[in-house]
């Protein structure tokens, strides 16, 4: 293991005690139904520095929700039966094709993927309960202390992009997402930025963190997988369409959220560099687990998370109970002004005040 190792800091994960709804044994995602049950996989490995990394990926643009996003693997869960777990690393085989049996993994690769811990549920914009699986790839190579084996079996990593899912892998510092709970230098963001805005009526964060598509720290087996961007008809990248951008990113940034979905994968406006722009839930929950994995000297003293939020929706709003989106879910997917419907339209107001003090 690499003298820089942040490998170490993998126990301040293992050791997070996940905090569920009403501080109770069960999260919520098992509450909600099915279709409203989502996993994504925040899977990390070490990099060449031995710094902690994070593998994401760009959604393809023919997607019906988020399209272009950058995300983590994951999706809706199949039948009730199944875990977060298996949801989790059933969508990231169907996505890149890094196999959901670990037998598999360590006879083709070298390494397993280890189980570290869940993040309470996060609420997407579309009402879905969103609960985050963290992965460790360990290389059991790394054992016998020989760097050739590791990089020999690293080698030999095969991903493969499903185009009707994703349309480019790629992987990022976690360390980066600290800010804006710490200020310290990236080591390869470009730009970091951090909002506290209203969506309806209810504190929340809306951060963006931009690499470099053309990364040297890149590990090889990364590298090698061909981006499929470019073959995209809806990818964007005329003069008009960057000047608008500048112009709406520079100067009203915070208050544009229906258009940052365009934001996914683009080109700088100043450097005309071509970026991935990590933003909305994908950046809060890499933000909330890199608070969790660096600041171990002082706990955490924040809600994480939306489980409250979301079991108050279900149980004392009636909402998030049936398949389809009600009237006002609706309504408060579009919400960016407290002008309009809030979530004080459809909670008691005990109940919402109570959560626009936890959240705030």
Request: overall charge negative.
């Amino acid at each position: 293991m690499s003298v820089t190792s942040e490998e170490l800091f993998l126990i301040n994960i293992k050791r997070l005690a996940t905090k569920n709804y009403s501080e109770g044994a069960y999260s919520v995602w098992n509450r909600v139904p099915v279709a409203r049950r989502s996993s994504v996989f925040i899977l990390l490995f070490l990099g060449n520095m031995g710094e902690l990394r994070v593998i994401l990926t760009k959604r393809s643009s023919r997607l019906r929700n988020f399209p272009g996003h950058i995300s983590f693997p994951g999706g809706k869960a199949d039948n009730g039966l199944e875990t977060e777990w298996q949801v989790a690393r059933r969508e990231t085989e169907e996505e890149i094709g890094l196999s959901a049996d670990n037998s598999i993994l360590k006879k083709e690769y070298g390494f397993t993927i280890d189980h570290l811990n869940t993040l309470p549920c996060y609420l997407s914009r579309t009402f879905s309960a969103v609960k985050p699986c963290i992965g460790f790839m360990n290389f059991h190579g790394k054992a016998m202390n020989s760097n050739h084996i590791e990089e020999d079996l690293t080698k030999r990593i095969k991903m493969n992009l499903n185009p009707g899912e994703s349309s480019g892998v790629f992987s990022c510092p976690l360390r980066d997402f600290l800010y804006p709970a710490s200020n310290e230098p990236a080591k390869e963001c470009l730009d970091r930025s951090s909002f506290r805005v209203s969506w309806g009526k209810i504190p929340w964060n809306l951060r963006s963190y931009t690499f470099s598509q053309n990364n040297p720290n890149e590990v090889d087996w990364l590298q090698d997988i061909k981006d499929l961007s470019e073959s995209e008809e809806s990818e964007v990248e005329s003069e008009d369409w960057k000047k608008d951008q500048k112009k709406e990113i520079n100067e009203n940034k915070k208050n544009k959220l229906s258009e940052w979905g365009r934001l996914g994968s683009r080109r700088d406006s100043l450097t005309n560099e071509k970026i991935y722009d990590v933003w909305g839930l994908t950046a809060n929950i890499l933000h909330d687990l890199a608070e969790v994995t660096y600041n171990s000297v002082e706990p955490i003293n924040r809600e994480l998370g939306e489980e409250e939020l979301i079991y108050s929706l279900w149980n004392s709003g009636h909402q998030m109970q049936s398949r389809e989106r009600s009237t006002e879910e609706s309504q408060l997917i579009s919400a960016t002004s407290d002008d309009g419907i809030g979530f004080n339209d459809v909670l008691p107001r005990t109940e919402f005040n109570r959560l626009k003090k936890l959240y705030k």
